[in-house]
């Protein structure tokens, strides 16, 4: 089973979970599904009617635990250590994993001193082992560690709940990117326009000089016929040769001799 139709399933089974229950009783729904450890999405659980009716009441510390880990980070807890519940180990890990998402969206370069500063680890062997145990093994990301440049590079990273505001600005990014993209169809078609013109130009431009070969290969064929004919007339004067039988005929001079 893929990660995303697991995650679908247990989404699925919390949610039905969260909308049985009320008040107090939705604590621990809510600490079984941030402490799952293949569960990293909460939206949909946070949306429920019953866990919305939280909010601004005497249990409203379950309502701000569950949109911790729908938007928040570890550094965010510590933060609001003072109005939040301790967390239990599987919790902490999973916000940790959660804050390693975060910082994947918006720098696929990831410093060890960024990472362990974020994440509270004192060592880079700690850090590199809850990278890879706790966030490559679990498919939550994939990349490379870097020891020479002390740094993780992301090649993926899967995604968080939207954060409020956040929609609209992935729809304006959407939307400059496919402006872009628009534009850059309209550059390639008209490069594509002009090939095709040129193309066109440079098949006239040759016909041209093949036909202007052609006129000029008869033109020199039809001179040397010409000249082959005159040659042939020259050679061909009957009073240029002379008949040897009138030769014979004709009366020999008598020479005298010299005194």
């Not at 939280?54 to 729908?70: A, K, P, W």
């Not at 326009?193 to 040759?206: G, I, Q, V, Y």
């Not at 061909?236 to 030769?247: I, L, S």
Request: aromatic letters at 6%; hydrophobic letters at 35%; one cysteine or more.
């Amino acid at each position: 089973m893929d990660i995303e139709q697991k995650q679908a399933e247990l989404i699925d089974h919390f949610v039905k979970q969260a909308s049985a229950q009320k008040g107090a009783a939705l604590g621990s729904v809510i600490v079984e599904a941030t402490s799952h450890p293949s569960l990293f999405a909460f939206s949909e659980i946070l949306a429920v009617p019953t866990v919305a009716e939280l909010e601004g009441t005497e249990n409203s510390v379950y309502f701000e635990v569950l949109r911790l880990f729908s938007h928040g980070t570890w550094t965010d807890y510590k933060s609001n250590r003072g109005c939040l519940p301790q967390l239990v180990p599987d919790q902490v890990l999973k916000l940790k994993q959660l804050t390693v998402l975060t910082l994947a969206e918006t720098n696929k370069v990831l410093p060890y001193d960024q990472l362990m500063l974020e994440l509270d680890v004192t060592n880079v062997r700690e850090l590199e082992d809850f990278l890879i145990n706790e966030c490559m093994y679990a498919g939550i990301v994939r990349g490379k560690l870097d020891q020479m440049r002390r740094c993780f590079e992301i090649q993926f990273a899967a995604g968080r709940d939207l954060r409020p505001g956040q929609l609209g600005s992935m729809i304006q990014t959407l939307s400059n990117w496919l402006e872009t993209s628009d534009n850059l169809l309209i550059s390639i078609q008209e490069k594509i326009k002009w090939a095709d013109t040129m193309s066109e130009l440079d098949k006239k431009h040759r016909k041209e000089v093949e036909d202007r070969v052609e006129e000029v290969k008869k033109s020199i064929s039809t001179k040397a016929e010409v000249d082959f004919r005159g040659l042939e007339d020259i050679y061909a004067e009957p009073a240029g040769v002379m008949d040897y039988e009138e030769d014979r005929s004709r009366p020999k001079r008598r020479r005298h001799p010299r005194c």
